[in-house]
Antibody, heavy 122, light 112 residues
Framework: EVQLLESGGGLVQPGGSLRLSCAAS????????MSWVRQAPGKGLEWVSS????????YYADSVRGRFTISRDISKNTLYLQMNSLRAEDTAVYYC???????????????WGQGTLVTVSS | DVVMTQSPLSLPVTLGQPASISCRSS???????????LNWFHQRPGQSPRRLIY???NRDSGVPDRFSGSGSGTDFTLKISRVEAEDVGVYYC?????????FGGGTKVEIK
């Protein structure tokens, strides 16, 4: 069974940094492209970033490009999202999602974690 | 960017009655391989989203057959043939044909 478990959320001041982790199990991690999706309080879903199975391909939403970095450690079966220069508008629940359709396929979103809350506030 | 527009925003339904949600994209979602990467998700309050439908009309494992997806090009529909209490929540369409990936704004389904 595919399991995704996010961690690393919390309260951070504007301009600060945070690193989210997503521990994966139940599948061959390097075979899945992965993504981060966020949801601001009371709002809809927003795609943030995606990474290929090998880690060689990365994609970002304009709203986070240059501030966020997605990466993965295949030896640890873990996906990361390094978030720098955080803003109030980055406040959201951050979900990791997996794509069971090949390492360079980003359309799956067939598995989701439970989410981790990031609050950016002074 | 591809804008995904869902309607209605809110959908009160009677148990046992059908429901239909529309999703329109600002550009064709047909990829160069001929496949349309349009997904539907359901999110219950306090829970993570769950994929229901992928590539327009393919139902995920464990999804009841009262759910069906249809459409082509820029116009898509999610139908529930007979709404049950567990179907409440917010439904989102999402396109994965073009970067950036984009979601519709959501349709909240509630029981009358």
């Amino acid at each position: 069974e595919v399991q995704l478990l996010e961690s690393g959320g919390g309260l951070v001041q504007p301009g600060g940094s945070l690193r989210l982790s997503c521990a994966a199990s139940g599948f061959t991690f390097s075979s899945y492209a992965m993504s981060w999706v966020r949801q601001a309080p009371g709002k809809g879903l927003e795609w943030v970033s995606s990474i290929s199975g090998s880690g060689g391909g990365t994609y970002y939403a304009d709203s986070v490009r240059g501030r966020f970095t997605i990466s993965r450690d295949i030896s640890k079966n873990t996906l990361y999202l390094q978030m720098n220069s955080l803003r109030a508008e980055d406040t959201a629940v951050y979900y990791c999602a997996g794509h069971n359709c090949g390492g360079n396929c980003y359309s799956g979103f067939d598995s989701w974690g439970q989410g981790t809350l990031v609050t950016v506030s002074s | 960017d591809v804008v995904m527009t869902q309607s209605p925003l809110s959908l009160p339904v009677t148990l046992g009655q059908p429901a239909s949600i529309s999703c329109r994209s600002s550009q064709s979602l047909v990829y160069s391989d001929g496949i349309t990467y349009l997904n539907w998700f359901h999110q219950r309050p306090g829970q993570s989203p769950r994929r229901l439908i992928y590539k327009v009309s393919n139902r995920d494992s464990g999804v009841p057959d009262r759910f069906s997806g249809s459409g082509s090009g820029t116009d898509f529909t999610l139908k529930i043939s007979r709404v049950e209490a567990e179907d409440v929540g917010v439904y989102y369409c999402m396109q994965a044909t073009r970067w950036p990936l984009t979601f519709g704004g959501g349709t909240k389904v509630e029981i009358k």
